[in-house]
């Protein structure tokens, strides 16, 4: 190595320190300090004293709000995911159209995204009240029953955080929409000389080119679902609704943590999460090669 490469070596190392420093303090070693706390009994006000695998043990066979607080989360996941999915693709396909007052609504429908969290859940308390919130009025507009109990009935608790998820969803609509305009548009051109319709287009276009975005947005949607926490502690205060039906897992480790100090239980119940969100991560890069597609692999 000479004089010009060991100074290239060495300026490298320093432009990536500050990110290597930053990983290592905030994020790699909160995370072995907090495994070696999964293996513990600690409350912050003692030592913590090693009990092994116990606080999994007891997660898995004696505490059923542990279950609870899986079920609601997955139910959240399952419905959440794909509809935000959906409804971002949609709204990017509406947004892609060439009109002059077009960057107008891209921006109206992407500002709900960039809301803070805390702050769109109040005003969902609001439209979700039973009395007189804008939801159960439009629907009695609607000639449709307006008396539903959005918030404080154990079955229509989880499906109104679902709706609320669509609330941001102008934050995968623009990714979306920038892979739209990344599909040439010699391709359609093409396809409207051999006579397909819209319909073909977007089956065979549209959505195989498509597929890189929707596999980003899946992935960093799964994530973002399994760790729902400020929008539910806030519109519950940090109860977990009627019997628990919006308990969702990342509020029960928070209660655990910071309401019954059970540090070592919450330890492990983190540690918990993050294998299920690897899991479902690693499936999803497995099979990708299945459905994902790229404008390499329809040329010819």
């Known amino acids: ?34 495994f070696w706390y ?25 505490d059923p709000l542990f279950w ?13 995911v794909p509809l935000s999915l959906a409804t971002g693709v949609v709204l990017a396909i509406l947004l892609n159209q060439k009109i002059k007052t077009m960057p107008l609504f891209r921006t109206i429908f992407y500002l709900p995204s960039i809301v803070p969290m805390v702050a769109s ?6 439209i979700f009240n039973p009395r007189f919130g804008l939801l159960n009025k439009t629907l009695g507009l609607l000639g449709m029953p307006d008396n539903i109990l959005w918030l404080s009935s154990e079955v229509w608790s989880k499906p109104a955080l679902i709706i609320m998820s669509l609330w941001g969803v102008g934050g995968s609509m623009i990714i979306f929409l920038a ?22 287009q977007f089956r065979y276009i549209t959505l195989p080119l498509l597929t890189p975005t929707i596999f980003f947005n899946l992935i960093m949607g799964l994530i ?42 919450a330890s492990a119940m983190a540690w918990i999460l993050f294998v299920i969100i690897m899991t479902f991560t690693l499936i999803q890069l497995k099979f990708s090669g299945r459905w994902v597609f790229y404008q390499g692999d329809i040329k010819g």
């Open 179 to 200: 892979g739209l305009q990344g599909i040439p548009e010699q391709l359609y051109e093409a396809a409207r000389i051999d006579g397909a319709t819209s319909g073909k």
């Open 38 to 62: 999964s293996l513990t009994e600690y409350n912050m006000l003692q030592p913590p004293l090693y009990v092994g695998l116990e606080n999994y043990r007891r997660l898995f066979t004696d």
């Open 121 to 126: 859940a109040f005003l969902w308390i609001w």
């Open 1 to 34: 190595m000479n004089k010009g490469q060991r100074r290239e070596t060495i300026v490298f190392y320093l432009f990536i320190s500050p990110w290597i420093i930053g990983f290592t303090v905030l994020t790699f070693g909160p995370m072995i300090v907090s």
């Open 224 to 265: 973002g679902a399994f760790q729902t926490f400020a929008q539910v502690y806030v519109i519950t205060n940090g109860e977990g609704g009627p019997l628990n039906s919006t308990l969702f897992y990342m509020l029960y480790l928070y209660r655990q943590a910071f309401e019954f100090f059970n540090m070592g239980y």
């Open 68 to 80: 609870k607080s899986l079920y609601n989360t997955f139910y959240y996941v399952i419905f959440s």
